[in-house]
């Protein structure tokens, strides 16, 4: 079934769910941006699209309203929004709770929460991209995850409370991560090494977690409880005090976890 | 240039090392296991190749003798080899400095680390693989970056003390990051998800990681300097004080390596 949406913001998830949507044959009917410059410029994509920077919205011809802003700004947004009866509004955000929208002119609020990363311009496929559906009542939840299986194979039902913990798993699975490697990419620079060297290793090392599971797929001077190792790697690193004591606390927590 | 090389051990690295070098045309020539048994079993792959449990090896017809064996056999084992004459001995790990090798009956002594971790049965390409090479002197240098160079694009000198630093790196990059693998797949899991549904994000964070290099790639709450999602993700966190603590500091290291 195909609905009529518009779009609130022209950001990156903006951008990304837009084609997405239409590709699948949904209507982009209207674009919001507090500046209707961006509004205009973003809707020149969408033919059928009026655009516009009042949150004045009773008029527009949409069932679902779909806010891609920033997440400071969803509770102030969904507060000045004035909605057609009956209309849905969800925002896109993976760390606010479904009642950020407890203000809003509607009880047909909701989740629509892409569970991916996107960069500006490259477009991703969604077949494979979760997607976290959460809904103040059957109808918008029904209405929502019917929205997310039209683009998506992996659309499915998550609470809020469960969308809290897909975000901090996602901050030690990515944020962490990425980090991880911009510490070992300053340790290769320090003894004039390119970190390029490390990503045949590290490409391998996460294919074998994914193919396995992490658990099983530990290696390292931590799990071998090899306590020269850890000793001599953590005295080189006591010029950063910081770093060392991550280190320390990083292979006490591997040691821990595989001892019960 | 072939070379005849005898393969000392029967684990990972040797089963991994001894295809791709006779793929390169090399001769393997001999297998040495303690258990001579395994060694026997091994050979078999090598036609050419004579098999036993026995260190003496001075009538071995090999000019290359590779140690690959586990990191704490390697000083003992290399004290009580015999060699032939002008034979090279060298060993495959990543954190034994060359020094490791000081009791062995020969000059030519060197290191040979192929960067990768190898699982069983499970044949790779070393085209990729940094090799790091080092020699005691030129002569085993030299023969052994030539041995590198026939199975692999990436083989190069490397000292002792850079590689105790790829080692260290390598434990941020990988075994770290599979710990926050399993940290994040243990979150998921207390609240009845699947670890599956952050694969997507993780492969593209690490694409984009990898692109745009990690400095330039970091996200999420800590660079944003979000005081409100990290308290309230510490505090989630509560049930395992190391845990906290290590998100804690994580955290902290991300925002002081963006303010300088």
Known sequence: MANRIAIIGTGNVAW????????????????????????????????NATTGSSLNMSEIDAEIFILAIADDAIEDVASRISLPKEAILCHTSGSKPL?????????????????????????????????????ENRFTTDALLRLGQSISDK?????????????????????????????????????SLDFEMLKPLIAETINKSFEIGPKRAQTGPAIREDLKTLDLQYESLKTDPELAEIYRLISQHIIDSYSN
């Not at 044959?25 to 509004?39: M, Q, V």
């Open 16 to 47: 990304h769910l837009s084609r997405s949507l239409e590709n699948a044959g949904h209507l982009i009917s209207h674009i919001y941006d507090r500046d209707s410059e961006k509004a205009r410029k973003f809707g020149m994509d969408y033919f």
């Open 99 to 135: 009642s950020t929208l407890g203000y809003a002119p509607t009880d047909n609020v909701g989740v629509f929460y892409p569970l991916q990363t996107f960069s500006k311009g490259k477009a991703v496929s969604f077949e494979n991209i979760p997607i976290c559906v959460e809904g």
């Open 155 to 191: 659309a499915q039902e998550i609470s809020s409370q469960q969308r809290r913990a897909i975000h901090l798993a996602a901050v030690f699975a990515c944020n962490f991560t990425n980090h991880m490697f911009t510490v070992s990419q300053n340790i290769m620079q320090n003894q």
